[in-house]
Antibody, heavy 121, light 106 residues
Framework: EVQLVESGGGVVQPGRSLRLSCAAS????????MHWVRQGPGKGLEWVSR????????DYADSVKGRFTISRDNAKNSLYLQMSSLRAEDTALYYC??????????????WGQGTLVTVSS | DIQMTQSPSTLSASVGDRVTITCRAS??????LAWYQQKPGKAPNLLIY???SLESGVPSRFSGSGSGTEFTLTISSLQPDDFATYYC????????FGQGTKVQIK
């Protein structure tokens, strides 16, 4: 059974940093691209970032480019999102999502339950 | 950037009703369109991909159609478990979601 478990969320002041993690199990992690997708309180879904199976392909939404860094450790079956210069508008539930392919089709076939990030002074 | 627009934003229906949700893309996305269902407090769940392909395990009362810029999700006979919010997503160029359609009890 595919499982994705996010952690690392919390309350952080504007301008500070936070690192999210996603532990994957139930599939061959290094065969698939992975993504972060977020959902603001009471809002819709926004794709944040993609990383290919071997970290050779990385993309970011314009809203986080230059502030967020995605990475993965295939030996640990883990995905990460380093978030810096956080803003109030980054407040959201952050989901880890598995891609259907290794390079990244942007089709998300499994999702974690999310970790909540609140940016507030 | 490709924008996705869903309609309606909210839909009131009864068990057994046939329900249709529309999604429009701001430019052609061929058939690179997916539909997700999200229940309160839960993660989205993939229902349909490539506009009309049913994801494994998803009931056959769900179907998708369309290509280019106009797409629909149809639930042939609404069941109690189907009251949820539905999102379309284009994945031709990165990923963009529609704003969601909440299907609520009439």
């Amino acid at each position: 059974e595919v499982q994705l478990v996010e952690s690392g969320g919390g309350v952080v002041q504007p301008g500070r940093s936070l690192r999210l993690s996603c532990a994957a199990s139930g599939f061959t992690f290094d065969d698939y691209a992975m993504h972060w997708v977020r959902q603001g309180p009471g809002k819709g879904l926004e794709w944040v970032s993609r990383i290919s199976w071997n970290s050779g392909g990385i993309d970011y939404a314009d809203s986080v480019k230059g502030r967020f860094t995605i990475s993965r450790d295939n030996a640990k079956n883990s995905l990460y999102l380093q978030m810096s210069s956080l803003r109030a508008e980054d407040t959201a539930l952050y989901y880890c999502a598995k891609d259907r392919t290794g390079g990244g089709s942007y089709l998300f076939d499994y999702w974690g339950q999310g970790t909540l990030v609140t940016v507030s002074s | 950037d490709i924008q996705m627009t869903q309609s309606p934003s909210t839909l009131s229906a009864s068990v057994g009703d046939r329900v249709t949700i529309t999604c429009r893309a701001s430019q052609t996305i061929d058939n690179w369109l997916a539909w997700y269902q999200q229940k309160p407090g839960k993660a989205p769940n993939l229902l349909i991909y490539k506009a009309s392909s049913l994801e494994s395990g998803v009931p056959s009362r769900f179907s998708g159609s369309g290509s280019g810029t106009e797409f629909t999700l149809t639930i042939s006979s609404l069941q109690p478990d189907d009251f949820a919010t539905y999102y379309c997503q284009q994945y031709k160029s990165y990923s963009t979601f529609g704003q969601g359609t909440k299907v609520q009890i009439k």
